[in-house]
């Protein structure tokens, strides 16, 4: 069997390409990185085009799909490409993981027209997130041939380890992360507001991700920390992937989105890495056999009762992060996402 997968977000197609390699499968990945970003590292089945300007870098995309991958048995294409696969012929699998359906299938644009009209096309629609399989059927795609599948975790990465900070202080305090990238649909302001409460009642830093290309949201987050007027709030530049496992176990408390009741990367990854969590995926949920212990926070309020809940419990943290690593481990570990992703492969080419 011959993959070929094409565009990654967060880091997913890559940890996809590394554990199909790992089972057996001849598995490749396209990546297209931005004009400056310098931090896409050469890894084995990752063929990378670098080009300064963009029509090009479609035009060698192009060349590679219909020349050397042409004959794969399976194109899988992230977000967006499967626009551009669809008019190639060469679309089995699209792989949708947030923004590209909530912002994107459901307006009106042209790019918006051409991804609904990809969806139909494909033979095969993953998601991953299950709160994103209600999006697609609003479009009117049949779910039966709609997936969830897990976002992968590398486990043997993201995990509890010894190491020297890199926040760059040892003190008493306790070490608030919120690496999650600044976006509205996420309501980052909601911690920051909760943050305010808490900064002279709790020994507390707080300390934000910054992204390699100024945005507006940034902006925003950067305007509200000063209106509030917050202490002890740090932005740290932003680091690749898997160096932020350094960070997780740095942290006392990671803080992930505070809007959508999904396991995002963010949260998956502070999971594996034996951290206690806060956001906003509900304990009610029935998207998995089993939830994960997480603390609640979707408000303002319900954030600081956590934060909390945290400081004033600290001999729960360990036994908080066993638990929340070994239902990673059940739940989106390499080997059971590859599992489920290599029978769908097969289902296409039976």
Not at 202 to 211: C, F, M, N, S
Not at 229 to 246: C, D, E, M, N
């Amino acid at each position: 069997m011959k993959v070929i997968q094409v565009g990654d977000i967060a880091n997913v197609a890559r940890t996809l390409t590394q554990g199909l390699r790992e089972a057996g499968v001849d598995s490749r990945l396209l990546l297209m990185p931005k004009s400056g970003d310098t931090d896409v590292p050469e890894e084995p089945g990752i063929d990378i085009i670098r080009q300064r300007f963009r029509v090009l870098t479609h035009l060698l995309l192009i060349c590679r799909l219909l020349g050397r991958y042409r004959n794969s048995d399976i194109f899988h294409a992230h977000a967006l490409y499967n626009i551009l696969l669809m008019f190639l012929n060469k679309l089995e699998v699209s792989h949708f993981h947030g923004s590209d359906l909530l912002e994107v299938a459901s307006g009106n644009s042209l790019y918006s027209k051409l991804l609904r009209r990809a969806m139909h096309k494909t033979k095969r629609i993953l998601v991953s997130t299950p709160d994103l399989l209600d999006r697609v059927a609003a479009i009117g795609i049949p779910l039966e041939k709609v997936t969830f599948l897990p976002n992968p975790i590398d486990v043997n990465h993201f995990r509890p380890r010894e190491v020297q900070s890199p926040f760059g202080e040892n003190d008493l305090t306790i070490k608030l992360f919120h690496p999650t990238r600044f976006q509205s649909i996420k309501h980052n302001e909601r911690l920051l507001y909760a943050f305010q409460q808490l900064q002279t009642k709790y020994p507390l830093r707080l300390y934000l991700i910054q992204h390699k290309f100024h945005s507006p949201d940034q902006q925003k987050i950067a305007d509200i920390i000063k209106k509030l007027g917050l202490k002890r709030t740090y932005f740290i530049p932003a680091v690749p992937h898997k160096r932020l496992v350094s960070y997780y176990n740095a942290a006392d408390i990671v803080l992930d989105q505070f809007e959508r009741p999904i396991m995002s990367l963010v949260s998956l990854e502070a999971l594996s890495c034996g951290k206690p969590l806060i956001s906003a995926f509900p304990q009610d949920s029935e998207s998995y056999p089993e939830n994960p212990p997480v603390l609640r926070g979707f408000t303002v309020e319900e954030i600081a009762e956590s934060i909390s809940f945290l400081v004033e419990h600290r001999d729960q943290w360990e036994d908080i992060g066993r638990k929340g690593r070994e239902w990673v481990i059940r739940n989106h570990s390499m080997p059971v996402v590859i599992s489920q992703l290599k029978k769908i492969y097969q289902e296409l080419l039976d």
